[in-house]
């Protein structure tokens, strides 16, 4: 099964909307992601995000696209959240589920599922996909 952990997209600064909603070269950036893994045949039962404008934003774009009609706000996913809680409910899935994030969350989650991966930065928008097995 496969798990998808994407960036958002560039946001806004903060300065000009302290919401962050993502900018238009964000919203570029998450349909070419989008565009990619529905190329690639990706199918993804649901997109968790951590309810963050911009990672909302990214969520709903790629639901829209992939046709994924769960979209779900979740708890312990915002930048600085421990990724082990998380990293647990995914080793108990049985349906293949998206995150949008943020930095350094992405990272950090891919590095407790995936050591030998060693992500330590992801461009905006940026995708990685990981094969996982349901522990038993």
Request: net charge positive.
């Amino acid at each position: 099964m496969f798990i998808y952990l994407v960036r958002h997209g560039e946001a806004v600064p903060e300065k000009d909307d302290p919401a962050r909603p993502l900018s238009e070269e964000g919203r570029a950036e998450v349909e070419a992601t989008a565009g990619q893994l529905l190329a690639e045949g990706a199918k993804v039962a649901e997109i968790w995000h951590s309810g963050k404008l911009r990672a909302k934003q990214t969520a709903e774009i790629i639901a829209n696209v992939l046709k994924v009609a769960r979209v779900i706000e979740k708890k312990g996913l915002k930048p600085n959240d421990d990724p082990r809680p998380i990293a647990d409910l995914l080793r108990e899935a049985d349906q293949p589920i998206l995150i949008a994030g943020h930095l350094p969350f992405i990272p950090n989650l891919a590095g407790l599922l995936q050591p030998e991966l060693r992500v330590k930065e992801l461009r905006s928008g940026g995708l990685v996909k990981l094969s996982l097995r349901k522990v038993s």
